[in-house]
């Protein structure tokens, strides 16, 4: 248990569909993170929010939107997905943005059909 | 040329042997360097962080830091079938402080 969860922890959707993936940190931590896992590619990097504001957006295409009320809750929103993006999404935290030192949720397994 | 590179692996370590892991990256201006071990089906968890030149231990393992080389390295010592993981080697950008850049991780095997 890291205090960060996930939810849900499988989704499977059609790519004409709308659906959401939580993540909630009880660590009390001020940046939240949202990763992209591939088979055999790199963790890639998504999105950064430091106090609710959004710092980083890296290159991310508009079907993926996330959303961060608080610090300590942040949402990816889906809309038709494609196939290639079925992965697992993991969401992380940190103290600061600065820090490196992540705490990762369990993640969400995406398949897009 | 990849902000992080490691070899993919498998690396394959006698148990009780020293398993050795390597990572460079391009950026030249970062600081903080991370590792990150993963288990099949689990999420990364940090292992070890290192800033300065040199070697950082934390019980079995070490981490060493070269920046004019732009490498960093992890050791670790009296190798398990525990340890038997994916270790992914990650960097703050320069350009970025927020941005926490992974290679594709190491898979490392310890054979009893």
């Known amino acids: 248990e890291t205090g960060v969860t996930q939810t849900p922890r499988h989704l499977v959707m059609g790519m004409t569909n709308k659906k959401s993936l939580k993540c909630e940190q009880h660590l009390g931590h001020n940046a939240m993170y949202w990763y992209k896992q591939s088979a055999k590619k790199p963790l890639e990097l998504m999105f950064v929010y430091n106090f609710k504001e959004q710092t980083e957006n890296n290159s991310v295409p508009s079907r993926f939107s996330p959303e961060c009320p608080n610090s300590s809750h942040l949402f990816l929103h889906l809309h038709t997905l494609q196939p290639e993006d079925s992965a697992l999404y993991l969401c992380?935290?940190?103290?600061?943005?600065?820090?490196?030192?992540?705490?990762f949720g369990e993640g969400s397994r995406l398949t897009v059909l | 040329q990849k902000e992080v590179e490691q070899n993919s692996g498998p690396l394959s370590v006698p148990e009780g042997a020293i398993a050795s892991l390597n990572c460079t990256y391009s950026?030249?201006?970062?600081?903080?360097f991370f590792w990150y071990r993963q288990y099949s089906g689990k999420s990364p968890e940090l292992i070890m962080s290192?800033?300065?030149?040199g070697d950082k231990e934390d019980g079995r393992f070490t981490a060493q830091l070269n920046k004019a080389s732009q490498y960093v390295s992890l050791l670790i010592r009296d190798s398990q079938p525990s340890d038997s993981a994916t270790y992914l080697c990650?960097?703050?950008?320069?350009?970025?402080?927020?941005?926490?850049?992974f290679g594709s991780g190491t898979r490392l095997s310890i054979r009893p």
């Open positions: 950026d030249r201006g970062s600081q903080s």
């Open positions: 290192i800033y300065s030149n």
């Open positions: 992380a935290s940190s103290q600061d943005p600065g820090t490196g030192e992540l705490f």
């Open positions: 990650a960097v703050i950008l320069y350009s970025s402080a927020s941005k926490i850049i």
